[in-house]
């Protein structure tokens, strides 16, 4: 049976909020990725708001830190080491592709999952679920493709759901003939780059190599965190299907696979 992960058994720069609901059992894990500029405390907040049955949620903070001049009470972090400023807006460029995302992704799949929730604590990678939003969401579509985690056909994650998030160019795998099996949920707003059509380069870049895709489009204009039931809804529907659960199961009953 799985344990119960503390946040010292964790890199310190992820600095992890864990959380589990009242009277549930930890059957599965899903790991929350915020967005450029946020932090694990503040992102929290929202897997404590859903409330998920039979899941600890465990929100990972972004491992480096903003420049001083953009961030000066030290609290705004990024998954990205290398940080750029996009020149047609003035903002940073949370674009995987040229604020590159490869350390983060190898802590979250190599150090968080692999060595950590599953050799260290005995759950299982298709009971580990990511949720990442923005460059969060970049990280979270690149770790099932991780050379830790996708090297064995065997080995498939629970599910992973992403806001905005682009999958990173150089985090595409080389054999484009085998598709990671890992289910995928996509959400973005109608002016996203990912709802120009299935055959925009976000989008199909996803579809390459993933083989169980969903994408929903938002009636709202940005991708922006949901904040109605309606805009929650697919993101429930997707999780009632990829989350495990032993509720009525007894303890002591083995899975025969």
Same mark, same amino acid.
């Given at each position: 049976?799985?344990?119960?992960?503390? !946040?010292?058994?964790?890199?310190?720069?992820?600095?992890?909020?864990?959380?589990?609901?009242?009277?549930?059992? !930890?059957?599965?894990?899903?790991?929350?990725?915020?967005?450029?500029?946020?932090?694990?405390?503040?992102?929290?907040?929202?897997?404590?708001?859903?409330?998920?049955?039979?899941?600890?949620?465990?929100?990972?903070?972004?491992?480096?830190?903003?420049?001083?001049?953009?961030?000066p009470d030290g609290t705004s972090r990024s998954w990205s080491e290398d940080l750029h400023v996009d020149t047609a807006t003035g903002s940073l460029d949370a674009d995987p592709d040229s604020s590159p995302v490869t350390r983060a992704v190898n802590l979250v799949a190599h150090d968080v999952?692999?060595? /950590?929730?599953?050799?260290?604590?005995?759950?299982?990678?298709?009971?580990?679920?990511?949720?990442?939003?923005?460059?969060?969401?970049?990280?979270?579509? !690149?770790?099932?493709?991780?050379?830790?985690?996708?090297?064995?056909?065997?080995?498939?994650?629970?599910?992973?759901?992403?806001?905005?998030?682009?999958?990173?160019?150089? /985090?595409?795998?080389?054999?484009?003939?085998?598709?990671?099996?890992?289910?995928?949920?996509?959400?973005?707003?109608?002016?996203?780059?990912?709802?120009?059509?299935?055959?925009?380069?976000?989008?199909?870049?996803?579809?390459?190599?993933?083989?169980?895709?969903?994408?929903?489009?938002?009636?709202?204009?940005?991708?922006?965190?949901?904040?109605?039931?309606?805009?929650?809804?697919?993101?429930?529907?997707?999780?009632?299907?990829?989350?495990?659960?032993?509720?009525?199961?007894?303890?002591?009953?083995?899975?025969?696979?």
């Amino acid at each position: 049976m799985p344990t119960m992960p503390k !946040a010292s058994d964790f890199p310190a720069s992820l600095n992890p909020v864990i959380h589990l609901p009242p009277n549930t059992t !930890a059957t599965n894990v899903i790991l929350f990725l915020p967005g450029l500029g946020d932090n694990a405390t503040n992102f929290s907040s929202f897997p404590r708001a859903l409330n998920l049955p039979d899941a600890l949620t465990i929100t990972l903070n972004p491992p480096f830190p903003l420049p001083v001049p953009l961030d000066p009470d030290g609290t705004s972090r990024s998954w990205s080491e290398d940080l750029h400023v996009d020149t047609a807006t003035g903002s940073l460029d949370a674009d995987p592709d040229s604020s590159p995302v490869t350390r983060a992704v190898n802590l979250v799949a190599h150090d968080v999952i692999r060595d /950590t929730l599953v050799a260290k604590h005995a759950y299982r990678p298709d009971h580990i679920h990511l949720f990442g939003f923005g460059q969060g969401g970049s990280v979270a579509l !690149a770790v099932p493709l991780h050379a830790s985690l996708s090297s064995s056909p065997s080995v498939t994650l629970g599910g992973v759901m992403a806001i905005g998030g682009v999958l990173p160019l150089d /985090t595409l795998p080389s054999d484009s003939e085998s598709k990671n099996r890992t289910p995928v949920l996509l959400l973005s707003g109608s002016s996203s780059p990912l709802a120009a059509g299935p055959d925009s380069s976000p989008l199909k870049r996803v579809k390459d190599v993933f083989e169980f895709i969903t994408y929903h489009r938002w009636k709202k204009a940005g991708d922006t965190m949901p904040k109605s039931r309606e805009e929650v809804l697919p993101m429930m529907q997707f999780w009632a299907r990829c989350l495990k659960s032993r509720r009525g199961v007894p303890d002591d009953a083995v899975e025969i696979s």
